[in-house]
């Protein structure tokens, strides 16, 4: 069984930046796609950003689009989001998760059944 370790959130000022890291123990992430998912207080979790291991594809959130970017290293155990010119908005709990999703469901919450404890973010005007 997969178990991740997210980490990486803090308390950071509006136009700053994050990298949050995705790591797994008991396993790899080979084979699998794994997520970013946030949910912001009184709101539902939203999906982010997610990379498929094997070949690489990337999706992400068209509220995200170029300032997250999400990657993987090359031993197959950490996956990272790279959030660059924060925004109050951005104020979450940041999940990753593992699943293997189809395509058109790579967003799609149920989808995955391995989830991070979550890594909170804050972002001060």
């Known amino acids: 069984q997969v178990q991740l370790e997210d980490a990486g959130g803090g308390l950071v000022k509006a136009g700053e930046s994050l990298r949050l890291s995705c790591a797994a123990s008991g396993g790899t992430f080979s084979g699998y796609t794994v997520a970013w998912f946030r949910q912001a207080a009184g709101k539902e979790r939203e999906f982010v950003a997610a990379?498929?291991?094997?070949?690489?594809?990337?999706y992400s959130s068209d509220s995200v689009k170029g300032r997250f970017s999400i990657s993987k290293d090359k031993a197959g155990s950490a996956v990272f989001l790279q959030i660059e010119n924060l925004k109050p908005e951005d104020t979450a709990v940041y999940y990753c998760?593992?699943?293997?999703?189809?395509?058109?469901?790579?967003?799609?919450?149920?989808?995955?059944?391995?989830w991070g404890q979550g890594t909170q973010v804050t972002v001060s005007s």
């Open positions: 990379i498929r291991w094997s070949g690489g594809n990337r």
């Open positions: 998760a593992v699943g293997r999703p189809i395509m058109s469901a790579v967003s799609t919450m149920s989808m995955y059944y391995y």
